[in-house]
């Protein structure tokens, strides 16, 4: 069966970020589970990248997908133009309890370049609706990534993030260096000074930029870009797709930085890495100045599938794994809701361990997943073609001096039964939150004996 569906489906497929001319087939998946995909042939790899950042709870979480199958029997879908629905309103509400202070507003798409797309948006017209149309640019960063989507392209590096081919297409925005001592910073204040009379917004990747070279910057940076922002009156938006839910260490990575941006984007492990779901997050600042009377200043935006329930009910399971609701307490409600399911989430298998109650659990697990990446991938930094080796959070980069052969490199990967997918000049690590000491373990072994082999 599984011969029939893969050769007859596969000549039909576009797949992406590859030459498909050269690029070998990819590998058969036929089930996961924790940590681990398995093969059509019976192998299983450790997943070194949770499915691009995004399975954070692993695969298969028992709680999310009781949620989702309940969700499913009751309202799969229905369109959030002129209706609302139980799973959204309690997502929203239970966002912005947790976010950074003042989001207050929560509007849902489909995926998280979508989400960038409404930040941006959303900043074009908040200055519009104020009589500032000519605040029409973007201020954007080397070496950072937001989506495929047109707009995302935009505030994307145009050399390093994928986009090279579109450079000419899309607008063209402010590109700097992120500034990185105080003579940069000051030169960066004067610019800003310059061109804040036609900037609706700066968008950032906070502490670490992914698919533009997995890059970090410190918190003091991010805080010291923030502030520069605000003191030229150009809103500050925080892309956390990537970052979001512990990824760096801290729930959100402007929490290490105690900044509170305009707006938030937030994907990928939203919903635990289940379905797609974006939200884009915003201040009640920046909401009010879509209210009035004139029908134009309405934020005309609205995705088919955006508040889609079954993702909302999978991002809420996901949120009762990372904050499990204190006594008496019940997230959600429904008129036939079993209260324990959500006071308490389901018992979990192996390589599904449950967070506890004390919100020190997942922190602690972030800093020995740090711990780990760190002394574990430290050895490489001897190895011959290797210039640096970076941890933050749950994410171990191997800095290499000149690019990849990937091609010959991922066979090795799969031989020793990890997914490690390196790119360019990097090899990284984003694996599961959940993830067991004896598999990172594996990983990081992997990648020091496949370099040092090499």
Known sequence: MTKDWYNEGLPHIWRPYCQMKTEPPPLPVVSTQGCRITLADGRELIDGIASWWSACHGYNHPHIAAAVKKQLEIMPHVMFGGLAHEPALTLARRLTEIAPAGLSRVFFADSGSVAVEVALKMALQYWRNLGKPHKDRFICFKDGYHGDTPGAMSVSDPEKSLHKAFKNSVIKQYVLDIPADEYSFAEFDTLLGGING???GLIIEPLVQGAGGMRFHSADILAEIHRLAK???ILFIADEIATGFYRTGNLFAVNEAGIAPDILCLGKALTGGTMTLGATLASEDVFSAFLGDNPDAAFMHGPTFMANPLACAAANASLDLFFP?????RWRAAPDEDDARYDTPSPAPSGHPLPKREGKDWPSRLESIERQLAGQLAPCRT???????RVKGAIGVVQMEANIDVTALKPKFIGRGVWVRPFRDIVYLAPPLVISTEELGMLTEAIH???RDA
């Open 231 to 233: 003191k030229h009156n």
């Open 325 to 329: 609701s204190p006594p008496g307490r």
């Open 449 to 451: 004996v496949i370099l």
């Open 383 to 389: 190895l011959p073609g290797v210039v640096d080796v």
């Open 198 to 200: 036609n900037v609706a």
